[in-house]
C-alpha cells in the first residue's frame, strides 16, 4: 500500500511547501506529475479489480475486421485495442494511452481552479487510484469530459460537446452529461436548451438506444449492489451542500456558478437514486466528481483570515487522507489493488 501513499504525498508536500514558483518550474512541476501518474495507471501489472476483463476485451479485437470494431460498443475504445494488436501494441499501452487521457484531464482542470495543487490531492484516492486503475474506460471518458467542462465553463458550448462526445466513445455513459451544456447556459437560454436536446437525442440515438435493454438488464434488472456505491454518491454530496450553502462567498464567475449549481444538484439527486440501482447511479456518479476538486479548491477562499484559510486546507488534505486509508483498509475491492505492481519491476 505504500506506493499509493507516495502518489498522496506529491500533490500534499506541494500543498504544504507553499512556495511561489516562476510560470517555467510551474510548467515542469505539471508536466512531471502528468507523466508520472499516466505511467503509474498505464504501466501497472495486474492491478485493478476488472483487470483481467479488460485484458480479454483487448485479446478479443485480434480477429475483429475494422468495421466490427468501430460498429461495436465503445468504439473508441475498441480502436485503441484493435490499433495495438495490429501494430504489435500489448494492454500496457492501451492503458497508458487512457491513463494519458485521463491525467491530461485532471491537470488541464485542476490548474484552472484557485488552489490547483489541492484539486490534484483531491483526485488521488478515487478519480486516479480507483477509476484511474479500475475503469479504464470511464476514465478516459471523463477525462475528455473534464477537457468539457473547462471549455463550458469558458462558454464554449460546441467544445464540450466535442470532448463528450469523444468520451462516449470510450464509454458510452458518457453521453448523460450533454444536457449538462444546455442546463448551464447563461445566454439565449431557448436555443441551448433547443439544440442541447437535439444534440443529446442525437448522441442517446448513436451510442445508447441499440442497447438500452442490455444495459437495463445488466444494471437495474439484475439488482447487482455495487459495494461503496452510496459511499460513492455521498462522497459527491458532501462538496455539493458545501457548494450550495457557500457558493456566493466564492470567486467564480455567474456562468461558473450556474453550471456548478447544477451538478450539485445533479449529485444530490444521486442519493435517492442509488437506493434504486446502486451499480447504474454508481457508474453515472463518476462523471460528477469533478465538483469535488471544484468545491474543494475553492472552499478556503470563503474565508478572509489566511489562518482559517490555512485550517481549511489542512482539513481538506486530512479529509482526503482518511478517505484513501478508508478504502485501502477497509474497501471490499481493495485488494485487487494491493500490491501495486509496476511493469517494470515485474
Not at 59 to 77: H, K, L, M, T, W
Amino acid at each position: 500500500m505504500l506506493p499509493y501513499w507516495f502518489f498522496f504525498l506529491i500533490p500534499a508536500s506541494v500543498v504544504l511547501v507553499n512556495q511561489p514558483a516562476n510560470s517555467r518550474t510551474r510548467l515542469v512541476g505539471w508536466g512531471a506529475v502528468w507523466l508520472f501518474f499516466t505511467l503509474a495507471i498505464g504501466l501497472r501489472h495486474q492491478v485493478g479489480g476488472d483487470w483481467w476483463a479488460y485484458l480479454r476485451m483487448f485479446e478479443n479485437q485480434v480477429e475483429r475486421s475494422f468495421a466490427d470494431v468501430i460498429s461495436g460498443n465503445d468504439p473508441g475504445y475498441l480502436l485503441l485495442c484493435w490499433l495495438a494488436q495490429r501494430y504489435g501494441g500489448t494492454i500496457y499501452f492501451v492503458n497508458t494511452v487512457c491513463g494519458m487521457i485521463l491525467m491530461t484531464g485532471v491537470v488541464r482542470f485542476s490548474r484552472t481552479l484557485p488552489l490547483p495543487w489541492l484539486a490534484l490531492l483531491v483526485s488521488v484516492p478515487y478519480l486516479i487510484i480507483v477509476v484511474g486503475m479500475g475503469y479504464t474506460r470511464q476514465a478516459a471518458a471523463l477525462g475528455f469530459l473534464m477537457l468539457g467542462l473547462v471549455s463550458l465553463a469558458n462558454r464554449s458550448m460546441r467544445q464540450f460537446v466535442f470532448w463528450t462526445l469523444l468520451g462516449a466513445t470510450f464509454h458510452k455513459s458518457a453521453v448523460l452529461m450533454l444536457p449538462v451544456a444546455a442546463l448551464a447556459s447563461t445566454t439565449q437560454r431557448f436555443w441551448s436548451l433547443f439544440w442541447g436536446g437535439v444534440v443529446s437525442l442525437a448522441a442517446a440515438y448513436l451510442f445508447v438506444f441499440d442497447s438500452v435493454e442490455h444495459l437495463w438488464a445488466s444494471y437495474v434488472e439484475a439488482d447487482y449492489q455495487s459495494q461503496g456505491g452510496l459511499i460513492r454518491v455521498l462522497m459527491n454530496a458532501v462538496p455539493a451542500v458545501l457548494f450550495l450553502v457557500f457558493s456566493r462567498s466564492m470567486s467564480i464567475s455567474d456562468a461558473e456558478r450556474k453550471l456548478w449549481s447544477w451538478m450539485a444538484l445533479l449529485s444530490l439527486a444521486c442519493i435517492p437514486l442509488v437506493i434504486i440501482s446502486s451499480t447504474a447511479t454508481d457508474r453515472v456518479a463518476l462523471y460528477l466528481i469533478p465538483i469535488q476538486l471544484f468545491v474543494f479548491s475553492h472552499l478556503p477562499s470563503i474565508a478572509k483570515d489566511p489562518r482559517i484559510r490555512g485550517v481549511i486546507v489542512l482539513a481538506v488534505m486530512a479529509y482526503y487522507g482518511v478517505v484513501q486509508f478508508v478504502w485501502l483498509v477497509f474497501g471490499a475491492h481493495s485488494y485487487a489493488w494491493d500490491p501495486y505492481r509496476f511493469l517494470i519491476f515485474n
